[in-house]
């Protein structure tokens, strides 16, 4: 669906003007204002997310004024068959520039509580989506010697977290895909980096059950005293999608208040 309304005006900030992004999990927590950042900096974005309430919050969030650039379409993104075709109709319209891999689910229990089946469920959204998705972009992208991919892992990967084994056993997997992809892609002018993001106050908190505690131990950790925001990220994405980040790959930036310093 596409919005209605004014025309809001690209930004200078980074140089983003008419790249086409392709953004699963655009409208969640961290989604959500990457998504306006990256509108707001002349990109045409392609939003895919399964939520309702998560996508009636960026309809909500961009308002009228991005009619023109943003399109969001709700899929499954555990639906290898319909994620593909989704794909193709996309690539009938035009290449994707930018490819962030955001989407992910974390259910949250003791290790030898999961089933086989439930490891693969975490797997199928948040690194398989992701692999079809950099598949599918990536010819058009080495044609023009010009890309972006963009991870989104989690501080989760080093370490301090239980009852997450699947969600950080699914980072770790797109952390190693980052290294292996820049090496890979590099010569063909397409940058490969990842955002690890520390703990922002999204719905993924949810999970802990007692929110004020939990914050405590979070400002314990990090380096500056106040919580991340959503635009923290944003900031951060857009960065690595830009041309002024043509020589940075294979990283991954943590984007955590100086939780994790390596």
């Not at 690209?10 to 409208?27: C, E, H, I, M, N």
Request: hydrophobic content about 40%; charged content about 25%; glycine content about 8%.
């Amino acid at each position: 669906m596409t919005m209605t309304g004014t025309v809001a005006q690209p930004s200078d900030r980074f140089s983003l003007r008419d790249r086409r992004v392709l953004y699963t999990g655009a409208a969640g927590g961290l989604g959500n204002d990457t998504t306006r950042e990256m509108l707001r900096d002349g990109a045409y974005v392609i939003a895919l997310d399964n939520s309702r309430d998560n996508i009636r919050s960026l309809e909500a969030n961009c308002g009228s004024e991005y009619r023109d650039r943003l399109r969001i379409v709700r899929q499954d993104l555990a639906d290898e068959a319909s994620l593909k075709q989704t794909l193709a109709s996309l690539l009938d319209e035009g290449s994707f520039d930018i490819v962030i891999n955001n989407a992910a689910i974390y259910p949250s229990k003791p290790f030898e509580d999961y089933t086989l089946e439930e490891h693969r469920a975490v797997q199928a959204v948040n690194v398989d989506a992701a692999l079809i998705c950099t598949a599918m972009a990536l010819p058009a992208m080495r044609a023009r010697k010009w890309g972006r991919i963009i991870n989104v892992t989690s501080i989760t990967y080093y370490g301090g977290w239980e009852n997450l084994s699947p969600y950080v056993q699914s980072k770790g997997a797109l952390t190693g895909l980052t290294r292996a992809w820049a090496r890979e892609f590099g010569k063909w002018g397409i940058t490969v980096n990842a955002i690890s993001p520390g703990a922002f106050p999204t719905d993924a908190e949810k999970i802990h059950p007692n929110p004020e505690e939990y914050a405590r131990f979070v400002l314990e950790h990090q380096a500056v005293k106040r919580r991340g925001i959503a635009s923290d990220i944003a900031s951060a994405i857009c960065f690595l999608a830009s041309d002024e980040a043509g020589f940075v790959t294979g990283q991954t930036i943590n984007v955590d208040g100086g939780w994790v310093m390596k």
